[in-house]
């Protein structure tokens, strides 16, 4: 009798596995660590000299898995760890005894039987370092350690030694339908039947009726190559056939099947099989769980985890999306659960000015995981720029400099090139500013058609320029397209931050503060509860219309002069107050929450992120920040009905009397009758006082 040893498994894990592992603890996983069930497969086919695999694709966390043809399928388990000293500290020894107690539950109910492939469980541990692609993991294959005492084997033989040609012939092509039949389970261990017509192979739980004068044919898909070994799913085999068969079997023919195809030839002689002597616990079945083994070995040769560093291997860009959204899914796992990052990311976003405000927007737009941002400017970058503008460096300057829009573009591509993002160099038509016939009204002409339509390809416009008449017509144009509009402005050491008041397409049902903002007309005019339908707009606090603010202006008027740190606050106000709004489940339509509300310190706020506030008011010198609403004015310039039925009425015409003429949108939304009814008032009041 000689002493049979066998192969044991080695893991073999495809990048895809590593890939499905890091979306699903992303965006399924997150912190909890419950066992998850995993499938594998191994394969009776292998070339000579290969090792006894267990091969883990992308698609393992599939129930269904699909498997390639005459591979056996594997069923496991993954326990994913949050930290790599949760991994080292695992009990390794109750892990895979509480596996191996599992299978001899399996065995001792007859659930093996049934389904043979439960015989082959396997246990992955493993911790993802998500920070740097490095994947810590150890297998185990769980085998029934019997002792050696319980049965006798000779000493393998080539499956032609044993069966002739037309046997092994009959087997291959009982095996063949077994495959087709089984998905992978039923083949995997298998019965072996004899008759006139030669061997049948038939499922496991067929057994009693392969019994011959005590003997039983049974086999397995052995993926081991060697001349002299089975391969490691026997181990599970016999302690099955010493639990269950000790009384009925005395003798027990294990075929190791082998299956392979070589220069387009198929081969199964190569297949061993071994005759056991069955004995058991001292001629009974074995009734107590044997000691369970199976730790896979690491790269050295000793017990011990093994680590795949996937950094160098992994597309940069797809490495770099995947390490931007890490911060923000992080978010989500324990602090905000209901924040919804795939909006965001599908937000596009139209900044008209790409100087201190628009670039720092840009990056604070790329933080949330924004993914299309498209820069408007017509200036170049100046040696003034760089150090206040975040998005320039000094060779932006020389020869002239380059231009603004396009080099801003570039540089958010540099930083993260997951991003899609341009840069257009236009000037925005402006009210007060007069357009002379010819060439230059065919100009403008093209200048607004491109507005239109970046306005039209975009769900929100950010409004970063300098001068106050330079957002007079994208406001218009946000207002009329129905378009999310963000204001920021900076003085010396103040700034507003702001939301247009949205006209786009309502939600089918409104959240509750809403819907009551939208009927309660008292709260809308004692300031508290604003509809966001109902909020103003940045010229809605204006009696006058916007013009030519850039004549005749001194040096420290030409430029921006603000404190540093006050177009940082601004900008970032800005990004955050989008979000916010975008969080809201009623979008743009959010009513506006304010400072001299307070019941948000009591009540649960509909937002996940908070308030949502019209606008933001900020006083450095003071260190203050109120949130002030405001009204939609009737009268206003920028956002009331007449203005924007009148564009959308007369198209360029009406935009080109509001450019020529400084007084043309007073009279239109009647501002200059106001203006006049005032003054008559003032002058009754004079004359009533006088003392004639």
């Known amino acids: 009798m000689a002493l049979l040893q066998f192969a044991p498994f080695s893991s073999a894990l495809d990048h895809g596995f590593w890939h499905t592992l890091t979306r699903k603890k992303l965006e399924e996983f997150c912190l909890s660590d419950e066992p998850r069930s995993i499938y594998a497969n191994y394969s009776n086919g292998d070339q000579q000299g290969l090792p006894c695999r267990l091969s883990l694709a992308f698609n393992a966390f599939e129930s269904d898995v699909s498997i390639p043809q005459r591979a056996s399928l594997a069923p496991g388990t993954l326990h994913l760890k949050n930290t790599i000293d949760a991994f080292k500290t695992a009990d390794k020894k109750k892990l895979v005894e509480a596996l191996g107690g599992e299978i001899w539950r399996d065995i001792q109910s007859g659930a093996a039987l049934e389904n043979p492939s439960l015989l082959s469980r396997f246990f992955l541990l493993t911790f993802a370092d998500l920070k740097k692609y490095h994947y810590y993991y150890w297998f185990a294959f769980p085998a029934l350690a019997v002792a050696e005492t319980a049965f006798k084997s000779e000493a393998p033989k080539k499956l032609d030694d044993v069966l002739s040609d037309e046997q092994i012939l009959s087997l291959q092509g009982s095996m063949d339908l077994l495959v087709q039949d089984g998905k992978g389970c039923q083949h995997s261990y298998f019965a072996v039947h004899q008759s006139e017509a030669g061997l049948k192979a038939e499922s496991l739980s067929s057994w009693e009726s392969a019994v011959v004068d005590g003997t039983l044919t049974v086999g397995f898909s052995d993926p081991c190559t060697l001349e002299e070994n089975p391969g490691w799913p026997m181990r599970n085999l016999v302690a099955l056939a010493l639990a269950k068969w000790i009384g009925t079997v005395t003798k027990l023919r294990v075929i190791a099947y082998r299956d392979r195809t070589r220069e387009g030839v198929r081969e199964t002689k190569h297949s061993l099989v071994m005759d056991l002597v069955l004995h058991g616990s001292a001629g009974d079945p074995l009734t107590e769980c044997p000691k369970v083994v199976g730790w896979e070995k690491n790269e050295r040769g000793k017990l011990g985890p093994r680590m795949v560093n996937l950094s160098a291997s992994m597309d940069p860009v797809r490495l770099a999306e995947s390490a931007v959204d890490l911060n923000l899914k992080l978010m ?211 009696v006058v219309a916007p013009g030519d603010s850039t004549r005749d202006r001194t ?138």
């Not at 206040?388 to 540089?411: H, M, S, V, W, Y």
């Not at 997951?418 to 160099?425: F, N």
């Open 332 to 542: 989500r796992w324990r602090l905000l659960p209901s924040l919804d990052l795939e909006k965001i990311a599908a937000t596009r976003c139209l900044l008209l000015g790409s100087g201190t405000l628009g670039c720092n927007v840009a990056r604070g737009l790329l933080s949330w995981g924004v993914r299309h941002i498209t820069f408007v400017d017509n200036g170049k970058v100046s040696y003034s720029n760089p150090v206040r503008q975040t998005l320039f460096n000094f060779e932006d300057c020389i020869d002239g400099g380059k231009p603004k829009a396009e080099t801003a573009a570039a540089a958010l591509q540099r930083i993260f090139p997951g991003v899609v993002t341009k840069g257009v160099t236009l000037a925005v038509p402006m009210p007060g500013h007069a357009v002379s016939p010819g060439e230059d009204e065919a100009r403008v002409r093209k200048d607004v058609e491109t507005l239109e339509q970046l306005v039209d390809s975009h769900d929100v416009i950010f409004l970063l320029m300098d001068t106050r008449e330079s957002r007079w017509l994208p406001t218009v144009m946000g207002a009329s397209k129905g378009k999310l509009v963000m204001n920021a402005a900076l003085g010396f050491d103040t700034f507003v931050v702001m939301r247009h008041g949205f006209r786009g397409p309502a939600p089918e049902t409104l959240s509750q503060s809403s819907a009551a903002a939208a009927s309660n007309a008292d709260e809308a005019l004692s300031g508290r509860k604003i509809a966001g339908t109902n909020l103003g707009c940045y010229f809605c606090n204006d």
């Open 555 to 692: 040096l420290d008027q030409q430029c921006t002069v603000t404190r540093p740190g006050v177009s940082m606050m601004a900008s970032a106000l800005a990004v955050e107050l989008m979000v916010s709004v975008l969080q809201h489940p009623d979008g743009g339509h959010a009513p506006a929450d304010t400072s001299a509300n307070d019941d948000h310190l009591v009540t649960e706020l509909t937002s996940p992120l908070g308030l949502v506030p019209h606008q933001m008011r900020g006083f450095l010198s003071r260190f203050q920040t109120v949130l002030p609403p405001s009204l939609a004015f009737n009268k206003c310039t920028g956002c009331s009905p007449v203005v924007v039925q009148r564009y959308e009425e007369e198209g360029f015409s009406f935009l080109l009397n509001a450019f020529n003429s400084s007084t043309f949108l007073e009279d239109v939304t009647g501002l200059t009758a106001m203006h006049a009814a005032t003054l008559e008032s003032e002058v009754w009041e004079v004359s009533d006082s006088e003392d004639f």
